[in-house]
């Protein structure tokens, strides 16, 4: 059983430009989720998807940031013209979901770097 | 929403000792886990504890939900011990975690 993958695990670029990140959750898990974590501070919620559907946003995240989860699979999370203020590690995580037990498993997580 | 706080935000160990981690939350939740960071960023499961007691080798958790609060026991430190310990909770109605801010570990030889 594999767990979370992200990729790229790292990604420096300059502002303006667009990058977009992958994740793939689990096999089987129906639930994904989207975390932001800036350096001494714990990861902060952006998104999450039950299947292929994105059921809640955070006021984190800008109309510069897009997510999809097509087909309830994989998800990518987009962002648009970085800005310096968007440097941190960007954290997938993904549960099974159905029932209270539902633990989130996260990824190694990509670290964004804008110059 | 709900606030999560972690004590102490900083604990220097010698190896072998043993340390307890604090967590408050300040509404009811459906889940509570702790994480241990490791230096490369990676979120290591530790515990997912919403109520009770649970022990896996040296660490064990304690979670009072009536009380609102839950302990993390490392026993016998470490060196690879070190690293950042978070509390999460989930509140009730939501499905995302609220993470406290952490406790960052040190265990020396």
């Known amino acids: 059983d594999t767990g979370v993958s992200q990729d790229p695990r790292h990604k420096i670029t300059k502002r303006g430009q667009n990058v977009t990140f992958r994740c793939d959750p689990i096999?089987?898990?129906?639930?994904l989720y989207w975390y932001r974590q800036t350096l001494g501070q714990g990861p902060e919620f952006l998104t999450y998807?039950?299947?292929?559907?994105?059921?809640?946003k955070s006021r984190l995240l800008s109309d510069r940031f897009s997510a999809e989860r097509p087909k309830g699979s994989f998800s990518t999370l987009e962002i648009q013209r970085t800005e310096q203020g968007d440097s941190a590690m960007y954290l997938c995580?993904?549960?099974?979901?159905?029932?209270?037990?539902?633990?989130?498993?996260f990824g190694p997580g990509t670290r964004l770097t804008v110059l | 929403g709900i606030q999560v706080e972690q004590s102490p935000p900083d604990l220097i160990l010698q190896e072998g000792a043993n340390s307890t981690l604090r967590c408050n939350f300040s509404?009811?939740?459906?889940?509570l886990q702790w994480f241990h960071q490791n230096p490369w960023g990676q979120l290591i499961n530790l515990f997912y504890?919403?109520?009770g007691t649970k022990q896996n080798g040296r660490l064990s958790a304690t979670t009072v939900a009536t009380e609102r609060y839950s302990l993390l026991y490392i026993s016998s430190s470490q060196t690879t011990d070190s690293g950042v310990y978070f509390c999460a909770v989930v509140s009730k109605g939501r499905r995302a975690l609220t993470f406290g801010s952490g406790t960052r570990l040190q265990v020396q030889p």
């Open positions: 998807f039950q299947n292929e559907a994105q059921l809640e």
């Open positions: 509404d009811s939740v459906n889940n």
């Open positions: 504890i919403p109520s």
């Open positions: 096999s089987e898990h129906n639930r």
């Open positions: 995580a993904s549960s099974p979901g159905g029932g209270l037990a539902d633990t989130q498993y």
